[in-house]
Structure formats: C-alpha cells, structure tokens
C-alpha cells in the first residue's frame, strides 16, 4: 500500500518560497495522479494542484497559478511542489495525496477527494511577517 510522506512546511515571510515534497513508499507514484491539497484555518480543505500518471500535464488553481510548480522526481519516487512569492492567504496544512485512476480529474481541473485513495499526514505552511 502507498504511503506519502511530507516534507518542507515551515515559517516563511510573504514574497518567499519554499518547496513541498512528498515521499512515496510502499509502491510507486509513477502510475497515479498526485495531487497537493491544502487546508486553511475553519476552512474546508481544497485541491490546490495536480499532475497527471505521465507528468505531460499539470493543473493549478487560479489562486496559486503563475507562481507554485508541480513536478515529478521519478528516481527518487517523489513529488515536488515549489511555491513562490507566497502570500499570508497560502497558509494552510498542505497534503499530498495519491489517485489510481486520477488523469480524468486532473485534465478537468477538478480535485474530487473521494478520487485520491493514498494520502499523507500533510505538512505546516506559515507565511507572516
């Protein structure tokens, strides 16, 4: 079964960048749609970016379009998501989930959770001066 793991959340001042990375293990991610959703204090958890099984196409919600990076690092089974020039609004649990049968969603634009089967415990992103 695959796990995903997390990493590099933190404190960071708006205009920053950090850079997210999902760890897979258990299996392989090479054959699933991965997705970054993200959760914001009282509110509900949205997707926020997705790359498709082959990693010819990425998608980004417009509030994060232009200025975070989804890719792949097939050697080392794991996800990236680079973001930049980030703003207090970004600050959220960030998560990394896992989806069989995902394409379809991700070429659509939409980030049905039901969708994504394997996800991680997410990690902290703080943005604030």
């Known amino acids: 079964q695959l796990q995903l793991v997390e990493s590099g959340g933190g404190l960071v001042q708006p205009g920053g960048s950090l850079r997210l990375s999902c760890a897979a293990s258990?299996?392989?991610?090479?054959?699933?749609?991965m997705g970054w959703f993200r959760q914001a204090p009282g509110k509900a958890r949205e997707g926020v970016s997705c790359i498709t099984s082959n990693g010819g196409y990425n998608h980004y919600v417009d509030s994060v379009n232009g200025r975070f990076i989804i890719f792949r690092d097939s050697v080392n089974n794991m996800v990236h998501l680079q973001m930049n020039n980030l703003k207090p609004e970004d600050t959220a649990v960030y998560y990394c989930?896992?989806?069989?049968?995902?394409?379809?969603?991700?070429?659509?634009?939409?980030?049905?959770?039901?969708?994504?089967?394997?996800w991680g415990r997410g990690t902290q992103v703080t943005v604030s001066s």
């Open positions: 258990g299996g392989t991610m090479q054959s699933s749609t």
């Open positions: 989930a896992a989806a069989q049968f995902g394409d379809t969603w991700c070429y659509a634009g939409t980030y049905p959770e039901s969708d994504y089967e394997y």
